[in-house]
């Protein structure tokens, strides 16, 4: 009895986070990776506004997406887009960087 | 070639960390005939790493954006949900295990709960196998002269054979010390390991935008520890890690102890009945 309540509990839960992150509206920003860059590297958001990133990568290889700062991280196989949600940022940089080519690369994520 | 090196050692050294660990406890609860389920559940991550990343292709409608993701998540949960079977299983069991195993019917018992162990080793190697799949089978895409391949693959095999050489040498050294304060606590640094895929997991559906952050982050700690140093690495590889976390994986991860320790006590309860 009692772990069928716990699992009650954490389905609805579950449904519960489920409705509210996909309510609410947010910007949409889209990022290219090519030659292992991203362009834009620098991409200027509005603070405190949810962000849809949408990365597409047009190389040939794999690419992924990561940013400690952020906290994200997410593969990007070749010539496949994906997308990444991020919260409502306070006013500053953000970096982030391909990891599987660091040296090229880089970004960052400007709010303002 | 050094960049390919460093990217694939540092992913192997996770995965062979986490590998050592689930070795280590194996030991400790006297079962080191066992160490066969681990290596199984490497070895086919191993191959399933291959076929995954191989296969991406062709499943690409499955795994466009949010589907591998999810996957991810689901896998990370189910490996959560064994582990913390399993070290409370063990837990309750430990002394019968360490003393009277002799009995071939309670053997049985015991190995049908190590297929946990490799399931555990299965997800550790391959979450960082699929990444290195990925990360060196772009190098022959990418094409070019045969030095511009043969270079940073090379070098990303070098990465992969340092680091299990080096893992196997850690976990080595630790023979020839007095490691009893370790066995005490390596089942709950497991349970930390089971917190840390749980918060994983959650992590990779706010990415996408499936369950919200609540808050994020709610901290930053990168001044203290950062991802982006070797020890900050590790630590968010094998424990979850985040510098930034969002709140609502923090909360999956530290709710994580109090109900597990509740399941613990109610288990112990249920026997003494």
New interface residues.
């Given amino acids: 009895m ?1 772990r069928n309540a716990a699992m009650h509990f954490c389905f609805v839960l579950g449904l519960g ?2 409705l ?3 309510a609410a509206a947010e910007d949409e920003i889209r990022i290219v990776i090519k030659d292992h860059r991203f362009s834009p590297s620098e991409v200027r958001v509005k603070a405190h506004t949810k962000i ?1 990133l949408l990365v597409s990568n047009e190389d ?3 690419e ?1 997406f990561e940013s ?8 990007v ?2 010539g ?6 991020l ?1 409502p940022l306070k006013p500053g940089s953000y970096d982030f960087f391909g ?5 090229t690369a880089k970004g960052m994520v400007i709010a303002e | 070639m050094l ?1 390919t090196f460093i ?1 694939t050692w540092r992913e192997t050294i996770e995965a062979a960390l986490i590998v050592g660990i689930l070795l280590t406890y194996l030991n400790k609860i006297g079962q080191s005939k066992q160490f066969r389920f681990v290596y199984w559940g490497a070895l086919w991550a191993v191959i399933a790493s291959l076929i995954f990343a191989g296969m ?2 062709y499943l ?1 409608v499955f ?4 589907g ?2 999810i996957f991810e998540a689901a896998i990370l949960f189910l490996a959560t949900g064994v582990l913390t079977h399993m070290v409370v299983w063990m837990h309750h069991n430990a002394r019968e295990i360490k003393g009277a195993l002799q009995h071939q019917a309670e053997l049985a018992i015991t190995k049908n709960r190590l297929w946990a162990l490799a399931t555990l080793a299965f997800v550790g190697v391959f979450r960082e196998g ?2 290195t799949v ?2 060196l ?3 022959f ?3 070019g002269g045969v030095t511009s391949v043969a270079l940073p693959v090379t070098g990303g095999l070098l990465g992969i054979g340092l680091g299990v050489l080096m893992t196997w040498l850690f976990f080595k050294g630790f023979g020839h010390l007095d490691l009893k304060p370790f066995f005490r606590v390596s089942g709950f640094i497991l349970l930390f390991m089971a917190a840390g895929m749980l918060s994983s997991g959650i ?1 990779k ?9 609540l ?3 709610i901290w ?1 700690t ?1 001044w203290f520890l ?3 140093s070797f020890l900050g690495s590790l630590v968010a590889g094998i424990f979850g890690y ?5 709140l ?2 923090a909360l999956f991860y530290l709710l994580y102890f109090p109900i597990t320790l509740i399941w613990l006590r ?1 288990q112990r309860h249920d026997l003494a009945q």
């Fill in positions: 009692k986070l489920l509210i992150g996909t849809k040939q290889t794999a992924e400690f700062s952020l906290n994200r991280e997410k593969v196989r070749a496949q887009s994906i997308t990444i949600f919260p990891d599987f080519h660091p040296d | 960049g990217i991406s292709d690409s795994f466009k954006d949010i591998e993701d699929v990444e990925l990360f089978w772009g190098f895409l990418q094409g992590g559906l706010v990415t996408v935008g499936l369950v919200p952050p808050m994020e982050p930053n990168s950062s991802e982006r985040r510098s930034s976390p969002s609502v994986q109610r």
